[in-house]
């Protein structure tokens, strides 16, 4: 995917062997001799990034790409490395009158964070266990602690002592440690296993996410047997002496789930099930009972699912749900029962069935399906199901109690809701103990930071264990949050999200405003909390985040309306909702400014194609721009499993509708908005040279005299830096790039 979710990647260590080599690369013929190589020029030119003829032809149809060359897999041509080291100083030059305003905005963002702090504790067996973060320091303790009183009955009351009296905290893993000898750095895996003896964990130290698997004790920390490398993160412990992992194929395809036994040579694990077709990729999932493990293989329309006994690991995979085309299930365990979450085109929004273990095709409907309510997700408990739903574009937590384990289980009835007190927020599921009355889960809105509740099912009671803490003066009743809806070309409401700061709002046009989007692979961006966002709350700005079509925030149909040859619906959505907002005088043209992630950079950077006079910034991070070409070679990772989100443009019709809005081969002569585009050099989910070449053709083609910046980050993937300061910065820097587009840089003293 191309966006969000936790999936593929490849990458060369040579960006660090030829920096050595600056100098004579700067010279390199792959720019343009057209302009000043000095930094501190104050009239430096931009890169002009050379042209070599690219022909394409397709269907009678023929497209010339200029700037092909600059897709290099191996990441190590001199010749690409001098173009991105190119845009990287010329942004750096560029920005550099506005950098007393980024140490500024980045001063107040890393001012509000609390440095040192750790995360809510939980419970597991005989320990707490929680993260904790250092003043001063990029990344993240591993800890836990002993319970005092290991038979006491759990709580929602129940706190993790901490006094001098406490058990004593032991620190399992410190990744600060870790990263001392790495440039990136990041742990896409923590796993305690059962008995709470070790650890397995996965690190990537280039941001390529190819992992390596450690195994440690947990009280010495010594490591258990080899790392496995060349991995995902996707791990899950079978037992206390085996792992589950899986790897991936030469497009970075999930595709082979491994047993390995502790102790033994990577070599000789067992290869539990190799997925052969390139459309679909394989998951785990545990059940929260810890007795089954589920290996999932799935397609943008299909999943199906096998089961693993931990107990008896070595009997191998059990098929649970047949391989059906457009049937996507999922699964967990509770007693002699499978619980199954079952979409089909009839139950587009989803339904939850049961099955005996025994006789797994004799299905049980426990919760029908619902055309106006999406069953999202599902979490269990001994003696409750959880169900994590949405309605009318928010999302809802309900609760329903189970009979006891043996008992029929029949169509279950009434549920509790848990009520939240924002009109509008974000939830998610956390992890809980499975032999406990007891819900953890994670809330947040676009004023009330990050938040953990632990809920008690049997009395409704609901405990507030840990809220992220804001420094500075943050006052969460100085901020407004609302929703509202825009009306799209063909007719359809579309949730937009709103906050801002009543005192300095004046909703007469005047306001500058940021416009977030997504809308691909049925994503929900639901309003959360950024405290970095403060910094333009703070000064007036109005921060908005369009749901349009494509994501998943109104239920499956939302997301069918936009993908394939509905695509276009997410563009002319976002722009309905930027016209909306223009309307109501939440701002003007000159003061719209909008951002997009991965396929959120898509949508941004078709809608400027469409829409330049209705934009005056546009943000493009990694963003997937260069569709068609990507699509139609299925070398290039996620390309052939993403045939059923974007459609086959090796079929004519699909061919034919992506050129139509693909942002790269839409470039015309045109005056663009000011634009600022990102990439990271070692992104597996979208190459680096998508964007280079959209900023290259860009700069050839527009007619305007806007900024236009490129910023490569040369030892990052697609999630950019790892450390969190590192991240802050990256906020002050795009925050800087949106108020100098907007003339709001205030003078130096």
């Known amino acids: ?16 062997q030829t920096f050595h080599f600056y100098t004579k690369l700067f010279k390199s013929s792959s720019i343009s001799p ?49 173009y991105l080291r190119e845009e990287n100083a010329y942004t750096d030059h560029l920005m550099s009158g506005t950098k007393h305003l980024e140490e500024q905005i980045y001063s107040e963002i890393r001012g509000r964070l609390k440095e040192d702090d750790i995360s809510a504790p939980f419970r597991r067996g ?13 990344y993240s303790q591993h800890c836990r602690r002993p319970v005092a009183n290991v038979g006491a009955e759990a709580s929602v009351y129940d706190t993790m002592p901490t006094g001098p009296d406490a058990p004593p905290e032991h620190v399992l893993l410190d990744e600060n440690a870790k990263a001392q000898e790495h440039a990136f750095y990041t742990i896409g895996a923590f796993k305690v296993s059962p008995n709470n ?15 390596t698997v450690h195994v440690i004790d947990a009280e010495s920390r010594t490591p258990v047997g080899k790392p496995l490398a060349g991995v995902t993160s996707d791990l899950e412990w079978a037992d206390n002496n085996a792992l589950v992992y899986t790897t991936r194929d030469e497009i970075l395809r999930p595709d082979k789930v491994w047993l390995h036994k502790l102790g033994t040579e990577q070599s000789l694990d067992i290869c539990l099930y190799h997925e052969k077709d390139d459309m679909f990729s394989v998951d785990l999932a545990v059940s929260e009972s810890k007795k089954f493990l589920f290996v999932e293989s799935a397609s943008k329309i ?67 399906h619902k055309p106006s309510v999406n069953i999202q997700e599902m979490q269990l408990f001994s003696d409750h199901l959880v169900v994590y739903q949405r309605e009318n574009g928010l999302p809802k937590i309900t609760i329903y109690n189970l009979p006891a384990t043996g008992e029929p289980l029949d169509r279950l009835q009434g549920g509790r809701v848990v009520d939240f007190v924002d009109p509008i927020y974000s939830v998610d599921p956390s992890e809980s103990e499975f032999y406990s009355c007891i819900l953890r889960f994670d809330y947040s809105s676009m004023k009330t930071p990050p938040s953990v509740y632990d809920y008690d099912m049997n009395s409704g009671i609901s405990v507030l264990k840990k809220i992220d803490v804001v420094l500075g003066g943050f006052d969460s009743g100085n901020y407004l949050t609302e929703r509202q809806w825009a009306t799209s070309a063909d007719g359809t409401k579309v949730p937009i999200s709103i906050v801002y700061r009543k005192d300095l709002v004046k909703l007469d046009g005047s306001d500058p405003l940021l416009l977030y989007g997504y809308g691909s692979y049925e994503v929900c961006i639901d309003p959360y909390f950024k405290a970095s966002r403060l910094s ?110 974007w459609g086959d443009p090796r079929k004519e019709e699909f061919y034919f509708y992506m050129k139509s809005y693909s942002p790269v081969d839409n470039i ?11 990439a990271g050099l070692n992104d597996t989910r979208v190459l680096y040279s998508e964007p280079a070449k959209f900023v290259a053709k860009l700069r050839d083609t527009k007619t305007d005299d806007n900024t236009l910046l490129f910023k490569c980050e040369l030892g990052a993937g697609h999630f950019s830096k790892s450390g969190r300061f590192e991240k802050l910065q990256e906020d002050a820097f795009t925050y800087t790039f949106i108020m100098k587009a907007l003339n709001m840089v205030p003078s130096l003293p």
């Open 536 to 645: 333009l709350l703070d000064r007036g700005f109005i921060f908005a985040v369009a749901h349009v079509r494509g994501g998943g925030e109104m239920g499956r149909p939302w997301y069918e309306d936009g993908k394939l040859l509905k695509k276009k619906n997410t563009f002319t959505d976002f722009i309905s909702c930027a016209e909306y907002l223009i309307e109501k005088k939440y701002c003007s043209k000159e003061k719209l400014c909008i951002e997009g992630r991965s396929a959120g950079g898509l949508l941004v950077g078709a809608i400027i194609n469409m829409r330049p006079d209705l934009f005056k910034a546009v943000v493009a991070g990694v963003p997937f721009v260069d569709v068609l070409t990507t699509m139609l070679d299925p070398t290039i990772p996620l390309t052939t499993s993403e045939w059923m989100e």
């Open 126 to 138: 005989a320990y707490y266990y929680y993260s904790r973060t250092l003043e001063g320091k990029e």
């Open 1 to 16: 995917m191309r966006g969000l979710r936790h999936l593929p990647s490849a990458t060369n260590s040579a960006t660090l």
């Open 302 to 368: 299909t999943r199906f699912v096998f089961y693993l006994d931990i107990s008896k690991p070595e009997d191998g995979l059990v098929v649970l749900t047949p391989r059906l085309d457009g049937i996507d299930t999922s699964a967990s365990h509770r007693g002699n029962h499978f619980f199954i979450k079952r979409r089909s085109d009839e139950c587009f929004n989803s339904e939850i069935l049961a099955c005996p273990l025994d006789n797994t095709s004799a299905t049980t409907v426990l919760l029908p």
């Open 197 to 211: 003896k070790l650890v397995a964990y996965a690190e990537d130290t280039k941001g390529d996410e190819i992992f």
């Open 34 to 82: 057209r302009r000043n190589l000095s930094v501190g020029a104050s009239n430096m030119e931009p890169p002009i990034a050379k042209k070599v003829k690219h022909e394409m032809e397709m269907f009678g149809d023929v497209r010339i790409d200029n700037y092909y060359w600059l897709r290099d897999d191996s990441r190590s041509d001199p010749q690409v490395l001098s």
């Open 668 to 678: 015309t002569a045109q005056n663009y908005p000011a634009v600022l585009v990102t």
